[in-house]
């Protein structure tokens, strides 16, 4: 284990905004029961996609579209609050 001094832009919360030494662009920083979560949503979508319940899958689908949203106008938020362009 190596340890480091990192920016953080956010509270430490599950899905804090960080920048690691030597990048010119935060981060986030996912926890992982958080990162556990999100596989098991995008493992709902395949798995309704394989019985060709796509009405489960198009709302599994959609729920995990709102939680990246939120986690992007986080990482938005940080970037605007800080006045670091978007990489993207």
């Given amino acids: 284990m190596k340890r480091i001094e990192a920016e953080l832009f956010t509270d430490g919360g599950n899905d804090a905004v960080v920048r690691m030494p030597g ?10 029961d958080s990162l556990h979560i999100l596989r098991s949503a995008v493992a709902e979508v395949v798995e309704a996609c394989e019985r060709g319940d796509l009405e489960e899958a198009q709302d599994c689908a959609g729920l995990l579209l ?19 362009p978007r990489p993207y």
């Fill in 23 to 32: 990048r010119r662009f935060p981060g986030v920083l996912v926890q992982g």
């Fill in 66 to 84: 709102a939680d990246l949203d939120a986690l992007l106008m986080r990482y938005e938020a940080a970037l605007g609050e800080h006045e670091i």
